[in-house]
């Protein structure tokens, strides 16, 4: 057994929940007039309700008492300290210098990191205001249309998922594009319909190697060079965030094009950085600079505010309260926004690549449960699907549900009805349907007896189904940034809590070196690969179909 859960603020977890298991939320919101009012919290633009959640005050502060046990505070200083918490890898974790107030005093230890920084924002800002100005000219003297961003994982998520979340701040006559996936057919259609001589392409890769976007960038650049092209005007058309200086000047790109990253950026925390210059280009430098101001004010929050009143910090407790004490696997977010309909994607990289761990960071086997299964999608879409799931199935599955309050297409009564929808979703979740209730309803209906009595049973919801909705004004890059950094600090204060390496990604490595094998095996028949039987199968079959080059 670990010492995690023998310690004694776990069992005393495991004691309350005993007794507030057979407890049922609307009981509580009828004896506790107050209790919403009571467990609501604003920081950095959003408005927490977690009123909603099968917790009382003393949940609440048994779960801080783990969260203090566990060494939440000392390591909280450690991240925003530059220490290396990164263990495995000997990295330090500074995604939050990304968006740091370079005037903060806070951040002089870190001076070094801070003006490097600065200098890649100030060069971000040059290149952007050109290519917006209509001022960076293809190599046919023609102004930049169409970009094409080309990465994967956190160098596409975190992007593609803000562009599409500030759509109303779009450039008017701007496009950007994004390829992550190495099937051909993506890059294919992307590029059906550009032109090469007003397309630009940005490569993010660190190693620029990685295999997918490397694969991509290569067959962007033949694509380019069938317009007529040359190596000499690659420079003009293709630029790079990355560390490798050498591989992407012997590709063709111009030094002064290359945007740095840094071993201290993890790639899922990295769209703060010049990974972000896809948004920045579609939204402009001044928009892009609002998103890391609402980063900013959430990390401000999640370092000086006290636990008890932390958004990020309660938010994860009550995320390890389901899932390690209510044998909860999964956390399901819902966005009633169209233009957030990409964020549970990306929240699903920044919480199962980041503590989708089994051993603790000294090494040693965890014996409880880790990051749940993140899911989502659009709330009212959700609705007529997999919601009955959450209403009548047999398992715990929390929900967040994100509204803002004011919509950007203010159409008729649709805000409404949105609104609507949402707040009655939690509500249904809450409360549920009794027997009586479903019998009640089904009074005077044509129904035999036989018949009402069945119908009721399977009206009826137990409800006590817990949730938190998150607020906002409206969708802009403040709020985008401030929401992004809510969730980033959540799943930290959760690794923190079940002891992870929460900035590490080892199975995604694993995966990577025996897709690079596998690779070998399809084009050598001679290789000495080692595969199983299965793999082996697998590839003697993928060879069969491919087409017989004639010698």
Not at 453 to 479: D, F, Q
Not at 481 to 498: D, P
């Amino acid at each position: 057994m670990s010492q995690l859960t023998q310690s004694a603020a776990w069992a005393a977890l495991e004691q309350h929940q005993k007794s507030i298991a057979p407890q049922h939320m609307r009981d509580w919101f009828k004896a506790d007039p107050q209790r919403a009012e009571r467990m609501r919290l604003s920081a950095a633009g959003l408005t927490l309700d977690y009123s909603k959640n099968r917790a009382n005050d003393e949940t609440l502060s048994l779960l801080m008492d783990l969260a203090k046990q566990q060494g939440l505070n000392k390591l909280r200083v450690a991240m925003f300290s530059g220490e290396t918490i990164n263990n495995t890898e000997q990295r330090a974790v500074l995604h939050t210098a990304l968006r740091a107030n370079p005037s903060d005093s806070a951040w002089q230890p870190q001076a070094d990191k801070i003006e490097a920084v600065q200098a890649s924002l100030e060069k971000m800002r040059d290149f952007v205001e050109q290519v917006r100005a209509g001022q960076w000219h293809g190599y046919t003297g023609k102004a930049i249309t169409d970009v094409v961003s080309i990465g994967i994982g956190g160098s596409f998520l975190g992007p593609k998922m803000a562009s599409e979340s500030l759509k109303p701040y779009w450039h008017e006559s701007l496009s950007v594009h994004y390829v992550a996936n190495v099937d051909g057919t993506a890059i294919a259609d992307k590029l059906k319909g550009l032109d090469p001589e007003t397309t630009l392409f940005v490569t993010s890769s660190k190693s620029f190697g990685t295999q997918e976007t490397l694969a991509n960038t290569l067959s962007a650049r033949a694509w380019f060079y069938e317009s007529g092209a040359g190596k000499q005007d690659v420079a003009k058309h293709f630029v790079a965030v990355t560390s490798n200086i050498k591989a992407a000047t012997e590709f063709g790109i111009d030094e002064n094009n290359l945007f740095p990253m840094w071993d201290w950026v993890g790639g899922r925390y990295s769209m703060w950085s010049a990974i972000g210059m896809p948004i920045a280009l579609l939204i402009g430098f001044e928009r892009f600079e609002e998103i890391l101001k609402g980063a900013e004010a959430m990390d401000t929050h999640f370092m000086e505010a006290p636990i008890e009143q932390n958004m990020p910090v309660l938010m994860a407790m009550l995320g390890v309260w389901y899932a390690n004490f209510f044998d909860s696997h999964a956390h399901v977010i819902l966005s009633y926004d169209h233009y957030l309909r990409a964020l549970p994607g990306y929240l699903q990289q920044l919480d199962m690549e980041s503590n989708g761990k089994n051993v603790t960071r000294s090494g040693e086997l965890v014996d409880y449960h880790t990051g749940p299964v993140i899911w989502g999608g659009e709330g009212t879409n959700g609705q007529h699907a997999y919601h009955q799931l959450l209403h009548q199935g047999t398992r715990v599955i929390p929900a967040d549900f994100i509204m803002p309050l004011k919509s950007h297409n203010p159409i008729g009564e649709h805000h409404d009805m949105l609104a609507s929808n949402c707040f009655g979703q939690t509500q249904a979740l809450m409360q549920g349907k009794t027997l009586a209730e479903a019998q009640a309803e089904l009074a005077g209906s044509q129904h035999s007896p036989e018949q009402l009595s069945l119908l009721a049973k399977h009206k009826v919801m137990p409800g006590n189904k817990p949730s938190n909705t998150i607020l906002m004004e409206r969708v802009t890059p403040y709020t985008l940034g401030a929401l992004i950094a809510l969730y980033e600090h959540r799943t930290f204060v959760q690794g923190v809590v079940w002891e992870l390496n929460s900035f590490d990604q080892w199975g995604v490595e694993l995966g990577k070196q025996l897709g690079n094998s596998v690779l070998s095996a399809i084009r050598d028949t001679h290789a000495e690969v080692e595969l199983d039987a299965s793999t082996e199968y697998l590839v003697n079959s993928f060879r069969q179909a491919k087409p017989q080059t004639l010698g």
